[in-house]
């Protein structure tokens, strides 16, 4: 079913068509300005770096449940060649790699998911093809990710190491996360949202990552990203928003309105966990983030392999 | 042939195994410490962003020359797919890739190039195989490249704007290029080279940027850049290093001794362009760059996008 | 430019939608019957193999040229590979292919090629789709390719080993071939059309065979073909027909029609030089042909390993 | 652990080594001679064609239990796709494909399995490589599979419609299917097994027929083949040999001694059921088989899209 009025209402409330252009295919990414990046250069204080990839393998959180998006395959082309046939001389290790875009830690592009025939800032379905892929908001757009981010960690905020199944962020749950922090996302920030599910697949139960019911965000929480004019939201689970849905009539609102309608920048799939320990232990929930998409031309997402830098 | 006594001499010398203990497969990543870290943030000035990869698709530079490389193929497997069949519905778009690891812009696992049987840090080659890759000095041990870096302007130094086909750069050039950067590297610093020869590929002479002789590093930048402890160099071409090779019987020896004995991470196909216009135009040759890996689990080289934060 | 009036009616003309069904999506496969695999049996006299397919490698015919076709890509996933670690257990080689479905020797399927939004028998070309592929005449479909085949060997008909660049094969050109043959096709048999090309790609002319003006079927053959209801044709270039074609307005009319309005079922990258050598030995040019398509679910095409069994 | 003495001692005794010549690489496809073939063609007395091919999509027996052999990806490089941009032009379909080589109905190429540092016929195991793949007992030494074949129908020979879960194929049940089919396979013949397995697949039971315990050969009954100096060996199960193994501490005997001691070709994965069912209702269970593998060149394995003419 499509979108509820309640759900078009607000998607037309949040809605940042034509905010920077009618020919604009970065969406809130444009919010990075000169302030947001000094920001996290200031927040870079000790230089430590905490990665934020999970690895690229066929151990990947990819089941089957998405058709077409496999774990990686990474295969051998040479092992130890010599042009020569002397191992005395250069012996060469080289590979190849297939894979979903979206296989483990990723953001999507802007044109990963449209409806009504129409992308972010209004560009038409019809610009997706087989042949040329996203001609309009492909990730190729996104010639790099840096700024200051926010850790929200919601878990921690609300006393446990992981939300349950299927638990339902709200805006309440963010400023539960912003208090926690003791800081709050500016515009041209990045939020980080923690839900503590990245525990399941570390623990290598893969259906609990990314089949079961998963906590995420709530179609309540755009107005709250929106206001706060974030440049982008990542998150430790496989889906992004609560799952199953608040409504089961309606499926992936949040991926409809914050991608088509706010243009708003995502990605999944962050291993948020080492950085939650390490801002617990300090107290400091800002940070540079660096998490430049593979430009990927016309691509619908692609992976990113971020550093947080504290 | 194998290396010629010089050449193993030069080996001997310049040699880091069990410089950073036995166990070792980060090689001279180990160098970016604190204080690397610190001027790199540091040259962070203004936060101008300027991106380093090139594009990955069909396009790319890779005209099969290296057997199995091969340019990006892209294809989609979703095109505005609705779950519910309604286009009001979210609609996705959706795609995979298949891209030798090495295909654009890229970092070399250490454990790309051996010789006589062993990889850097004298790990044996046997422990590279098809059903688990590289077991040791893979790609996914790097998992953050974070530090300053010196652009090394050679082609600018010597009033150029690109060296020419087959052009051996020599301590003397690197040397120039510092004079002309007005700063020095220093231990943990990245370095990287500017040959200009990306603008072949920029004019779409992809045989000129692959196949023909090709400027590139002689083995005698091997100790200079031992001797100023740079934690990695990344250059502007397809092969690193000058090409034909100084002595035509020895294939790829800056490869064979920089990898594999020095553990000096490199990368190829950076495109510096961009980077060179902005320094030349402001005089800052330093600058933050982040420029990570993707994760693959025992990858012998993996893609990146790099920024460079100024 | 779409198909002038001239085209459009023997489109019209030559059209079997509708002949089989309005739900057939087999096209001319129809057409083999009892007769025509009794035939086929009884072209098999003295039991010698005929092998038709050209090798599937890296040094493929693909060129670029075709966007996103590309060569094979064939990796080991395992070497010599034990569970136990004892090389006295069993020690599996396995491997994984990339290529395209047509890279080679191949059949197209019939929804391979469609017009003004129609596919063979009046299927929307709408039924093709990223996520479903060709749910509608798709190679799958052939579950078989097994009939009598005459082999029209044009070119030693003309007296010559390789017809010339562009030349356009007329129905003059298969009368000839038919004298030469010694016998005309009867319905339900399938056709092998001998250009000759084959022999620049064994000779490593890849840009030869691949890209050059070739040899091929003019739209004067349609008829010719359709009034002897041959089941299939197939025929050792890369293109099928004329390149470039008879009104350089018009491009790839043979397929357009064959495929879309007589459901006509089409090979290329046959190799027939071996056959033609048997066939002019013995004066036979007749056989059981067994051509089965890999069974690609919603494929556009699929390799196929044909033997010609005389 | 390494075979048993007395297995030793069986691999020594239907070891074909040197039959063919120190040089062979087709092993007992060298067994189809012209009788065989005459045989085959006899056997063709109606012409109807029984395909023995599983589908090849994501939907197949892959389970990742065999690492790197993934299921087909299939995706389409080119949906109606015109080169002028008028739907009145030809608008093509293309598509690629990735897939373990044995990902369904497939022929082991010889060199898939062997032991001991040797392949069939004592080439060393050391002609396995990433770069070249199998330069010894590829499956394109493989130009075409053509032969009669007999249906062993074990189960049906039983009773059942499937035998159960690890039932050991012995001698005995090879006997009562020749019993049922009423004929003896003879030298150059192709022997088809029977278990009935397949049945879970249809019904969707992918880990029954790919992972659970399953029937099939057992290394008494390679002596029975090889004295009947079958050319080839296929069966409807995944593994081809009883599993779990009849000796837990040995692994795959039966891969070990047919492919490397006898150079049994063996198919695995063909589908039987229709075959099954027409052999039942008309008592004749010997076919003209066609079955050439495709021809990856160096390849430890191909597709099949095996047909049976009755």
């Avoid at 051998?76 to 790699?97: E, K, L, R, S």
């Avoid at 609300?158 to 996302?185: F, H, Q």
């Avoid at 990542?234 to 309105?257: C, K, R, S, Y």
Wanted: aromatic share 6%.
């Amino acid at each position: 079913m499509a979108l509820p009025p309640e759900l078009r209402a607000l998607a037309a409330e949040v809605s940042n068509w034509g905010r920077w252009g009618d020919d604009d295919e970065l969406g809130t990414l444009n919010l990075i300005d000169d302030a947001a990046i000094a920001r996290g250069l200031a927040a870079a204080r000790t230089g430590v770096r905490i990665p934020l990839a999970m690895r690229l393998d066929a151990n990947g959180p990819q089941l089957g449940n998405v058709p077409g998006r496999i774990n990686p395959l990474h295969t051998m082309v040479a092992i130890n060649q010599t042009y020569t046939g002397d191992v005395g001389d250069a012996c060469f290790n080289d590979d190849t790699i297939t894979m979903g875009l979206q296989a483990a830690t990723h953001w999507d592009a802007l044109g990963h998911v449209g409806y009504d025939g129409f992308l972010w800032n209004g560009f038409p379905a019809s610009t997706v093809s087989a042949d040329r892929r996203l001609t309009r908001c492909g990730i190729h757009r996104v010639t790099s990710v840096v700024s200051r981010a926010v850790l929200l960690d919601v878990a921690r905020a609300k006393g446990v190491d992981m939300l349950e199944r299927g638990y339902p962020i709200t805006e309440a749950d963010l400023e539960s996360a912003v208090e926690l922090a003791g800081l709050r996302p500016e515009p041209g920030d990045i939020v980080l949202v923690r839900t503590g599910k990245m525990a399941l697949f570390k623990a290598r139960d893969r259906e609990g990552y990314t089949i079961s019911p998963s906590p995420g965000l709530t179609v309540g929480t755009i107005p709250w990203l929106r206001r706060h004019d974030v440049a982008a939201v990542a998150i430790d689970t496989f889906a992004m928003e609560v799952w199953p849905g608040e409504d089961p009539a309606v499926l992936f609102p949040v991926h409809m309105i914050q991608l088509r309608d706010v243009g708003l920048f995502q990605g999944q799939n962050f291993d948020l966990e080492a950085l939650s320990a390490h801002c617990a232990a300090d107290g400091a929930y800002e940070m540079l983030l660096v998490a430049n998409p593979e430009p990927v031309t016309g691509g619908a997402g692609a992976p990113t392999a971020p550093v947080a830098i504290k």
